[in-house]
């Protein structure tokens, strides 16, 4: 199980390595995503609280990269965090996401990142339910669920 002191040991000394790294251009993935989707994951967008169709959506599946389907969360381990976001406790494996700090808006965050293909995902806090207090807070035009 992840801590929040693993995923600060990641972002400065390096994340895990992933299965496979997925690379295209700007141009190609404008052709597979919606101009939302684009502007969240190739350009660190959010969605607006509580507009996204997995916020108050609890179907069984695994949560998939919106670009390049790896999967990143369980339906198992999400949660009702009432910020408006999705929210899961931890990823599906350790190296499913990377981290790093974002010192962006005058505050201090871990930004969560697809490790396959670097789609930014939303942010993680160390806030969560036990037993990791851990909160990823997931866009949800970043996922895709995958019902099998």
């Avoid at 599946?61 to 965090?81: E, H, M, R, W």
């Avoid at 806090?125 to 949800?140: A, K, M, Q, V």
Wanted: with cysteine; charged share 25%.
């Amino acid at each position: 199980m992840l801590t929040w002191k693993d995923l600060i040991n990641f972002s400065v000394k390096g994340n895990p390595i992933p299965n496979f790294k997925i690379k295209k251009t700007d141009a190609h993935w404008r052709l597979n995503l919606t101009p939302e989707q684009f502007r969240i994951t190739r350009q660190k967008g959010t969605e607006r609280p509580n507009s996204g169709s997995f916020c108050s959506s609890y179907e069984d599946g695994k949560y998939n990269c919106v670009c390049c389907q790896a999967p990143l969360f369980d339906s198992t381990i999400k949660f009702n965090s009432g910020t408006g976001w999705p929210s899961f406790t931890q990823p599906i494996k350790e190296n499913a996401c990377k981290y790093e700090k974002d010192d962006s808006f005058g505050m201090v965050r871990m930004e969560v990142m697809c490790n396959t293909c670097d789609a930014h995902l939303g942010h993680v806090f160390p806030d969560g339910p036990e037993p990791s207090r851990l909160r990823y807070c997931i866009n949800s035009e970043s996922l895709m669920i995958d019902k099998d």
